[in-house]
C-alpha cells in the first residue's frame, strides 16, 4: 500500500503562519510531483502549489509571495509554508503526489492524503 500523511493545519489569525507537512510511505518506487492543493466550503478542489522531480515550482497567483512549497527527497517528504494568512486562505489542504509503486515503477498514479483543515480567523 500506498499512503500520503498531512500534517500541520490549525487555527490561526490573520497574518499568521503555518507550516503543513506531507509524508508518502509504503511500496514507492518512484515519486516525480508532489503537491497541495486545497478546497473551501462550497467550491472546488484548487492548486496551491507543486513542486516536480527537477524542483519545478507552480503556485497559484493567490498565494506567490506567501506560500512557499519544499521537498525532501530522501524523505518523501513535501512541505508548505504559509506566512501572511488571510481568512480567505481557510480551507481543507490537501498532499498529492504523483508515484509509482515497486515491480511497476514507471506506472505512475495520483494519490491524496486526507486532508488538514486551515482556519484563518480572528
Known amino acids: 500500500q500506498v499512503q500520503l500523511v498531512e500534517s500541520g493545519g490549525g487555527l490561526v489569525q490573520p497574518g499568521g503562519s503555518l507550516r503543513l507537512s506531507c509524508t508518502a510511505s509504503?511500496?514507492?518506487?518512484?515519486?516525480?510531483?508532489m503537491g497541495w492543493y486545497r478546497q473551501a466550503p462550497g467550491k472546488e478542489r484548487v492548486m496551491v502549489a507543486t513542486?516536480?522531480?527537477?524542483?519545478?515550482?507552480n503556485y497559484a497567483d493567490s498565494v506567490k509571495g506567501r506560500f512557499t512549497i519544499s521537498r525532501e527527497f530522501a524523505k518523501n517528504t513535501a512541505y508548505l509554508q504559509m506566512n501572511s494568512l488571510k481568512p480567505e486562505d481557510t480551507a481543507v489542504y490537501y498532499c498529492?503526489?504523483?508515484?509509482?509503486?515497486?515491480?511497476?515503477?514507471?506506472?505512475?498514479?495520483?494519490?491524496w492524503g486526507q486532508g488538514t483543515q486551515v482556519t484563518v480567523s480572528s
Open positions: 513542486i516536480a522531480w527537477d524542483a519545478r515550482i
Open positions: 498529492n503526489a504523483l508515484m509509482s509503486r515497486l515491480g511497476d515503477s514507471w506506472r505512475f498514479t495520483d494519490y
Open positions: 509504503g511500496s514507492i518506487a518512484r515519486i516525480n510531483a
